[in-house]
């Protein structure tokens, strides 16, 4: 019910190779969070979206919010071995917030 | 400026023992989360808490308990230890506890239990 879905688990690139990342919910999202967490480390806050349709750039990411407010996506461009991680994206309901199960990055150099 | 800390970085415990984590936020940050990472998953919502008051609560046992200090830090405490709470926890701070915020995350403490 009130959980995010992420697509795909897994994901191996080459090194320069675009990336893009899923976050799907049933029901409508007031607001979507974006965490990277590289291993061995914690979850660093990347973007929050809030309004329908929003896109927003940092660099070579891109993320963008729904028009319906059901999901969002994090692309990014040219994919560096420093982009290695898991990416979680996460919600806020009733004052919980709800992380998705993420996406492990894997860049072959 | 000093980021999320917590302590002990690692802890080994025994079935049925408690266990206490502590966390001291950013300066300045009112508003305390605990979360528990299983390997593999994402963190799991186990507490907030603001002004020294719960204000969220996920899906774990009473078992589980927290509370915020008057300067903001916060302690997790686990009763009866299982297998199962074998985890990383993270604590994570935010300025306030108002409406969905950036989450500035510690290092966690890895619990393992044997």
Not at chain 1, 80 to 88: A, K, L, R, S
Request: with cysteine; hydrophobic share 30%; charged share 15%.
């Amino acid at each position: 019910g009130q959980q995010v879905m992420q697509i795909p688990q897994y994901q191996h690139v080459q090194e320069g190779e675009d990336f893009t990342t899923y976050c799907n919910s049933s029901t409508t999202l007031s607001n979507i969070q974006w965490y990277k967490q590289r291993p061995g480390g914690h979850p660093v806050f990347l973007i929050q979206l809030v309004k329908s349709g929003e896109v927003k750039k940092q660099k070579r990411l891109t993320f963008q919010f729904g028009e319906a407010k059901k999901n969002s996506s994090l692309h990014i461009t040219a994919t560096q071995t420093t982009d290695v991680g898991t990416y979680f994206c996460s919600k806020t309901s009733y004052d919980k917030v709800i992380f998705g199960p993420g996406t492990s990055l894997s860049v072959i150099p | 400026d000093a980021g999320v800390t917590q302590s002990p970085t690692h802890l080994i415990k025994t079935r049925g023992q408690h266990v206490t984590l502590r966390c001291s936020p950013i300066s300045g940050h009112k508003s305390v989360s605990w979360y528990q990472q299983v390997l593999g998953q994402g963190p799991q919502f186990i507490f907030q808490y603001y002004e020294k008051e719960e204000r969220g609560r996920g899906n774990f046992p009473d078992r589980f308990s927290a509370r915020q200090f008057p300067n903001y830090s916060s302690e997790l405490n686990v009763n009866a230890l299982l297998l199962g709470d074998s985890a990383l926890y993270l604590c994570a701070s935010s300025p306030s506890g108002g409406g969905p915020q950036p989450q500035h995350f510690g290092d966690g403490t890895r619990l393992s239990i044997l």
